[in-house]
C-alpha cells in the first residue's frame, strides 16, 4: 500500500496541475457552480485513482458533461463510465465497512460529506492504512493525509467505487456484513442461548443489549473510544451557542496577543482580505483539511481562547466553523459577529 | 391459522430487525446522522438511541430465531420500537422534512414517505398480532402448569 500512497501523491499533484489548466464545463442546469472545483471532487479522486495504477491520463476530457450528472457534480455511474473510459473498472458497493477497506488493497473512492454539512455529496480517495491504523486520504482539490479511522466513519456513508484494472480478472471481494457485526451478532447468540432456559422478559433483553451495546462501542471505532468522530457528527447538526465578542474587546485583546483568529470564509476571500493573524479554517473544509487544521490549533496557544468571524453580522459559518472548533478541540470559542466587514468600517472610523 | 400468525410475525420481525440493526453497526455514526436529520432528539439523547437500539435490535431478532419462550415481551419490545418509528417518520413527513429514514442502508437513501411509513406501521401491526395470539411461556415449559397440576 505503500506504492499506492506514493502513487496518490503524484494523483494530488497531478489534479491540482489539470485544475489550473482545464476549461470548466457548461453545467447551467445543475444545482453547483461548475467553476467551483469542490464540483469536481470525483474527476479528482478518478484521476488520482488512475495515478495509483500508473496510468496518467488527460484531466480535460473528463469535464464532460456526462461524467457530471448528479446534482452535486459526478454520481457513482458517472464515475463508473468515467473510470471504464480510461481503462479502469468502477464496482460501486453501498455497504462496505471499515472492515472492508482494511482487505481490499485496492484505492476506493468513498461517498462523503464534508464535516460542517449533513448532505452526503462529496467523494474522496482512500489509498490504504499507515503504519499507525490510520486512513490514508486524498480530499479533493487539495487534502492529502492521514486522518484517524472515526474521523472518516463520522463522514462516510459506507458507499464507495472500488478502483481495479479492467484487465485484472480478480474481482474485490466484499464480505456482507463485517466481521464486528458478525462477532457481536455471535456473542450475542451465543450469550441468549447459553442463559436460555433461564431466560425471563423485557428486563433480559434490555440486560443483553445493554452488553452488547458496550461491546460495539468499546470496540477501536465504537463511539466510546472515538469522542471526536461522535463530536463531528453532533457538530454538524447542532450550533454550540458561542459567546460573542464585540470589536473594542477583539481589538484590545488583538493588541495584547491574548486571542487566536480564525477566518470561516473561504480561501479565495481570506486572501483577499483577513484580519491580523487571523489563519483560515473555510467552511466546507474537506475531512482530510479539517483534521490538520484542527490539530494545529488544538497546539496552538493552548491556553488562549480562539475567536471566529466571517463576513459579516448575517454570515452563519462563524458559528458552524466555531461550533466544530469548540466540540474538537473544547478550547474556550467566541464568534466576532460584525466579521470582516465590521473590523473594516471600525478601522476607518478609527 | 392463528396458531401460525406468532411463528410468521416473530421470522419476519426477526429478519427486518437483524438486517436493520447489522447496517447500523457496521456505521454508527451514519446512524447516528440519520436519527439528528429528524431534529426530534437533543444531542446526548441521539447518540444514547445510536448506542442502544441497534444493539436492541440484534437481540430481538435472536430472541424471535431461538428463544420462543420470551417471545412474547420481544413483541411488545418491537411493537413499542416500531410504533416509536411509526410516529417520528409522520412527524417528519408533516413538518415537511426530506430526509432519510434511516431504516436500511445508506444514510442518503431510502427517503420517507407514507410507503416507508406504512411499511413500518405493517411491522408494528404483526408485533401487536404476535403478542396477541402467542401462548404465555409458561405454556411452553415442560415444568409449567402441568407440574404444578400434578403437584
Known amino acids: 500500500m505503500t506504492g499506492i500512497r506514493f502513487m496518490t501523491m503524484l494523483g494530488l499533484f497531478a489534479t491540482v496541475v489539470a485544475q489550473a489548466t482545464a476549461e470548466p464545463a457548461d453545467s447551467s442546469d445543475r444545482y453547483f457552480d461548475s467553476k467551483t472545483p469542490t464540483a469536481y471532487c470525483g474527476l479528482y479522486c478518478t484521476l488520482a485513482a488512475a495515478h495509483c495504477f500508473g496510468m496518467s491520463p488527460p484531466f480535460e476530457p473528463m469535464l464532460d458533461e456526462q461524467y457530471m450528472t448528479g446534482k452535486y457534480g459526478s454520481t457513482n455511474l458517472d464515475l463508473i463510465r468515467l473510470l471504464d473510459s480510461i481503462d479502469l473498472k468502477g464496482t460501486f458497493r453501498s455497504d462496505l465497512t471499515l472492515d472492508d477497506l482494511r482487505l481490499i488493497s485496492t484505492p476506493i473512492i468513498l461517498h462523503t460529506r464534508n464535516p460542517s454539512g449533513v448532505s452526503y455529496n462529496h467523494w474522496l480517495l482512500f489509498s490504504g492504512f499507515d503504519a499507525a491504523g490510520n486512513v490514508m486520504a486524498y480530499d479533493p482539490p487539495d487534502g492529502t493525509g492521514p486522518i484517524s479511522a472515526a474521523e472518516l466513519l463520522a463522514v462516510w456513508d459506507g458507499a464507495g467505487v472500488i478502483v481495479t484494472e479492467r484487465n485484472n480478472g480478480n474481482r474485490p471481494f466484499v464480505w456482507p456484513v463485517s466481521f464486528t457485526s458478525l462477532a457481536v451478532v455471535a456473542v450475542t447468540g451465543v450469550f441468549i442461548w447459553a442463559i436460555g432456559t433461564k431466560a425471563r422478559g423485557i428486563a433480559l433483553i434490555i440486560a443483553v443489549s445493554i452488553l452488547s451495546s458496550a461491546f460495539i462501542h468499546l470496540g477501536s471505532t465504537g463511539f466510546f473510544r472515538n469522542r471526536d468522530g461522535v463530536n463531528t457528527v453532533i457538530a454538524a447538526h447542532f450550533d454550540t451557542p458561542l459567546k460573542v465578542i464585540r470589536s473594542a474587546e477583539l481589538r484590545s485583546k488583538l493588541d495584547a496577543g491574548e486571542v487566536v483568529l480564525v477566518d470561516a470564509r473561504p480561501a479565495e476571500a481570506f486572501k483577499l482580505f483577513h484580519l491580523p493573524g487571523a489563519i483560515n479554517i473555510p467552511i466546507g473544509s474537506g475531512v482530510v483539511s479539517l483534521a490538520k487544521r484542527i490539530e494545529a490549533l488544538r497546539v496552538m496557544s493552548a491556553d488562549k481562547p480562539i475567536v471566529v468571524y466571517c463576513r459579516g453580522p448575517q454570515c452563519g459559518w462563524a458559528d458552524k466553523v466555531g461550533s466544530l472548533i469548540s466540540v474538537r478541540t473544547g478550547r474556550t470559542t467566541l464568534v466576532y459577529r460584525d466579521g470582516a466587514l465590521g473590523w473594516v468600517e471600525q478601522m476607518k472610523g478609527a | ?151
Not at chain 2, 33 to 40: E, G, K, L, P
Not at chain 2, 109 to 120: A, C, E, F, K
Not at chain 2, 126 to 136: L, M, N, Q, R, S
Open chain 2, 1 to 151: 391459522m392463528t396458531r401460525w400468525l406468532p411463528s410468521l410475525g416473530a421470522y419476519t420481525l426477526a429478519g427486518v430487525l437483524i438486517l436493520s440493526s447489522l447496517i447500523h453497526v457496521q456505521n454508527p455514526y451514519a446512524y447516528l446522522s440519520s436519527i439528528y436529520a429528524y431534529s426530534i432528539v437533543p444531542s446526548l439523547l441521539g447518540v444514547v438511541i445510536a448506542v442502544l437500539f441497534p444493539s436492541l435490535q440484534i437481540t430481538l431478532g435472536l430472541v424471535f430465531l431461538f428463544c420462543r419462550r420470551d417471545w412474547k415481551p420481544a413483541f411488545v419490545l418491537s411493537g413499542v420500537l416500531m410504533l416509536l418509528f411509526t410516529v417520528v417518520q409522520i412527524v417528519a413527513l408533516v413538518r415537511g422534512l426530506n430526509i432519510s429514514c434511516g431504516c436500511f442502508g445508506r444514510p442518503e437513501g431510502n427517503p420517507i414517505d407514507w410507503l416507508t411509513v406504512s411499511r413500518t406501521a405493517l411491522l408494528m401491526l404483526t408485533a401487536f398480532v404476535g403478542f396477541w395470539f402467542c401462548k404465555p411461556s409458561d405454556e411452553l415449559r415442560s415444568d409449567g402448569p402441568m407440574v404444578s397440576k400434578l403437584a
